[in-house]
């Protein structure tokens, strides 16, 4: 079994800092493309940004060149920094890993439970 476990939100006021942690566990062969994504209240999910197993990395438009991913395949864990938080970015983030549980086998997509960011005006 996987487990993805976010970690880092919180309550910052605009202009302010956090880094979002993604730890996978496990039964981990290897971890593929991670992405995280946010879902604000009455809104729809959203993707915000990728790596991949490589480290190529893609953004939402709405990052500005504020946020950035980065992963330690030591540790399975992806992170997320964000500087220069604005009000609109409060919402829930998740992260979304590809993950192969057995060498050879098909990698299966797995969600984290999400973890609350909250930018105060």
């Known amino acids: 079994q996987v487990q993805l476990v976010e970690s880092g939100g919180g309550l910052v006021q605009a202009g302010g800092s956090l880094k979002l942690s993604c730890a996978a566990s496990?039964?981990?062969?290897?971890?593929?493309?991670v992405a995280w994504y946010r879902q604000a209240p009455r809104k729809q999910r959203e993707l915000v940004a990728t790596i991949t197993s490589s480290g190529n990395t893609n953004y939402a438009d709405f990052v500005q060149g504020r946020f950035a991913i980065s992963r330690d395949n030591a540790k399975n864990t992806v992170y997320l920094q964000m500087i220069n938080l604005k009000p609109e970015d409060t919402a829930i983030y998740y992260c979304n890993g590809v993950v192969t549980t057995t060498p050879g086998m098909a990698p299966r997509n797995y969600w984290g439970q999400g973890t609350q960011v909250t930018v105060s005006s």
């Open positions: 496990g039964s981990i062969a290897s971890i593929g493309c």
